[in-house]
């Protein structure tokens, strides 16, 4: 698979319009704490139907995929939402649908593709890695759906960008959650083809850094990836098709601890009653800790916390 390129300001409206009455234009609210400072706007993602920005995604690939293709059954590899997403689309059109997660994948997402009817196959997270990296899975029966290394799955992320502009015309930088880089390279397909001045920045939690490590050394570097909560962003590396895309339409990265991001968690919840996981709410994070020129939206990318983490981090304590 070659490098991707980034999609058109009229494929991304044409997604847009494909993906009405399946995707919400999710609200886009001001972030409120008590003294009511900085201006940050909260791009609510986690409102989507299975609680992700994901069914964009996967949305736009199924609904651009032969169904022949489709009936020969699909499967992906997910940490919880491209799998969410998966499972949702693959019910909706009535085919088979495996999900490969690694072993630190939250048990609450588990359920919740099980709920759907799809198997989970857990795998130990090298292994999970190298199937995301390879493509796919020797062997394995179906579609492979990629969630990142895909040109319909990137476009059908950009409608984020799409909406973002419509409702905050103004807006100085985007913050956005960095796990694979498809979310951010889509809004910032968008964004840049409408509003070119604007900042899209990664942010990425302490516990794997691999965007802010391949823009130091100029090339995808390898870095450690440590499990936690935040488990819906960060890996060991850019993907190698990502990269030139990321290099092009990304202004920066910014990187937030562990303890920052639970604090999000909590703030988002106390001061807006927003429900974000972890990898949801590194973007408030990184902006509440590096601010930027504004008005600042931040993407809330997702909002499938388990329960047992949110009454911990709600409790004072990391999960």
Same mark, same amino acid.
């Given at each position: 698979?070659?490098?991707?390129?980034?999609?058109?300001?009229?494929?991304?409206?044409?997604?847009?319009?494909?993906?009405?009455?399946?995707?919400?234009?999710?609200?886009?609210?001001?972030?409120?704490?008590?003294?009511?400072?900085?201006?940050?706007?909260?791009?609510?993602?986690?409102?989507?139907?299975?609680?992700?920005?994901?069914?964009?995604?996967?949305?736009?690939?199924?609904?651009?995929?032969?169904?022949?293709?489709?009936?020969?059954?699909?499967?992906?590899?997910?940490?919880?939402?491209?799998?969410?997403?998966?499972?949702?689309?693959?019910?909706?059109?009535?085919?088979?649908?495996?999900?490969?997660?690694?072993?630190?994948?939250?048990?609450?997402?588990?359920?919740?593709?099980?709920?759907?009817?799809?198997?989970?196959?857990?795998?130990?997270?090298?292994?999970?890695?190298?199937?995301?990296?390879?493509?796919?899975?020797?062997?394995?029966?179906?579609?492979?759906?990629?969630?990142?290394?895909?040109?319909?799955?990137?476009?059908?992320?950009?409608?984020?960008?799409?909406?973002?502009?419509?409702?905050?015309?103004?807006?100085?930088?985007? &913050? %956005?959650?960095? !796990? *694979? /880089?498809?979310?951010?390279?889509?809004? $910032?397909? #968008?964004?840049? +083809?409408?509003? =070119?001045?604007?900042?899209?920045?990664?942010?990425?939690?302490?516990?794997?850094?691999?965007?802010?490590?391949?823009?130091?050394?100029?090339?995808?570097?390898?870095?450690?990836?440590?499990?936690?909560?935040?488990?819906?962003?960060?890996?060991?590396?850019?993907?190698?098709?990502?990269?030139?895309?990321?290099?092009?339409?990304?202004?920066?990265?910014?990187?937030?601890?562990?303890?920052?991001?639970?604090?999000?968690?909590?703030?988002?919840?106390?001061?807006?009653? &927003? %429900?974000?996981? !972890? *990898? /949801?709410?590194?973007?408030?994070?990184? $902006?509440? #800790?590096?601010? +930027?020129?504004? =008005?600042?939206?931040?993407?809330?990318?997702?909002?499938?916390?388990?329960?047992?983490?949110?009454?911990?981090?709600?409790?004072?304590?990391?999960?």
């Amino acid at each position: 698979m070659g490098p991707l390129e980034a999609p058109g300001i009229e494929a991304i409206r044409a997604a847009a319009s494909r993906l009405r009455g399946l995707a919400l234009h999710s609200p886009l609210i001001r972030f409120n704490p008590p003294d009511g400072s900085p201006e940050i706007y909260l791009k609510l993602e986690n409102l989507q139907p299975v609680g992700a920005f994901k069914i964009r995604s996967m949305g736009n690939i199924f609904l651009t995929t032969e169904p022949e293709v489709l009936q020969r059954g699909v499967y992906t590899a997910s940490s919880g939402n491209a799998g969410y997403g998966m499972a949702w689309m693959a019910r909706r059109v009535g085919v088979p649908a495996t999900v490969y997660v690694p072993e630190s994948a939250p048990a609450g997402k588990c359920e919740a593709i099980r709920r759907l009817g799809a198997q989970i196959r857990t795998v130990p997270y090298p292994q999970w890695w190298e199937i995301i990296r390879n493509h796919g899975v020797d062997g394995e029966e179906g579609l492979f759906v990629d969630a990142v290394c895909d040109s319909a799955a990137l476009t059908g992320n950009a409608t984020v960008g799409l909406e973002i502009i419509e409702d905050l015309p103004d807006v100085g930088t985007i &913050v %956005v959650p960095f !796990g *694979g /880089g498809g979310l951010g390279c889509g809004i $910032a397909a #968008a964004v840049k +083809a409408l509003k =070119p001045d604007t900042r899209i920045v990664g942010a990425e939690c302490e516990t794997a850094t691999p965007l802010t490590a391949a823009l130091a050394a100029g090339h995808p570097v390898d870095v450690e990836h440590r499990p936690s909560f935040v488990s819906g962003i960060g890996a060991t590396c850019v993907l190698d098709e990502m990269w030139p895309l990321v290099r092009q339409l990304l202004d920066g990265s910014l990187i937030a601890s562990l303890a920052a991001v639970a604090d999000a968690v909590r703030m988002l919840f106390e001061y807006n009653r &927003v %429900v974000a996981e !972890g *990898g /949801g709410a590194t973007a408030l994070a990184a $902006a509440l #800790a590096a601010p +930027a020129d504004g =008005p600042v939206v931040c993407v809330i990318s997702g909002g499938n916390i388990d329960k047992e983490h949110m009454c911990a981090i709600l409790q004072g304590r990391l999960p």
